[in-house]
């Protein structure tokens, strides 16, 4: 056991810890506020994982662990994932000693959680717009319920996860070309930056 780790998975913050099995058993605790602020590293073997791709890493996995840079908390982490993934994923990352618990961000000002919340709205706006019955368009009326849905979405993380799921409804129905035209023209939803 290491001593620098808190017994119930916590991280002191600012204070760095090594991988072991109490930073597995927090991985895979539920999130909580200061749960969603944790910050993960990648480890030496991590960095050559990336490299070399010698372990049977799904691609959820390989694909979080090259968004852990060390600086993105786990709050942001799960808008890279589908929903419910993320404690399994980070656990499986740290038993494999890939990624190491490295603190806990500060916890926003409220000057700053107000300007990253109207930042969040507008890039909700602006995909909104963007997105305006595009599914009417490419599915005829069987897309007005994907769009109400999309008009529906509170904010970008559940847009995020509506689009995904239209993404795996549509490959399931209408086969994978209308699929990847669907992801080609949600793609810059995706790519929109994630008000931090």
């Not at 119930?8 to 600012?14: I, K, Q």
């Not at 991590?46 to 049977?56: F, H, I, K, S, Y």
């Not at 239209?166 to 035209?181: C, N, P, Q, S």
Request: contains cysteine; aromatic residues 4%.
């Amino acid at each position: 056991m290491n001593p620098d780790v808190p017994r119930d998975g916590s991280v002191p913050t600012g204070k760095r810890v090594a991988a072991g099995d109490d930073a597995a058993a927090a991985a895979a605790q539920p999130r909580n506020a200061e749960a969603q602020r944790r910050v993960y590293a990648r480890t030496a073997a991590g960095e050559t994982e990336l490299a070399a791709r010698e372990r049977p890493l799904s691609g959820s996995a390989r694909r979080l662990l090259m968004l852990i840079d060390g600086r993105r908390t786990v709050g942001l982490l799960s808008n890279f994932v589908r929903t419910g993934e993320l404690d399994a994923l980070l656990a499986e990352l740290v038993d494999q000693q890939l990624i190491v618990a490295t603190g806990v961000a500060d916890p926003p000002d409220e000057q700053g959680r107000l300007a990253r919340q109207q930042a969040e709205q507008a890039s909700l706006l602006a995909a909104r717009r963007q997105l305006d019955r595009l599914f009417e368009r490419e599915f005829g009326t069987a897309g007005h319920v994907w769009d109400a849905r999309v008009a529906d979405c509170v904010n970008m993380e559940v847009l995020r996860r509506v689009l995904r799921e239209v993404v795996d409804v549509i490959y399931y129905r209408h086969g994978e070309a209308a699929a990847r035209r669907i992801v080609a023209a949600v793609r810059p939803i995706f790519e929109l930056r994630h008000p931090d």
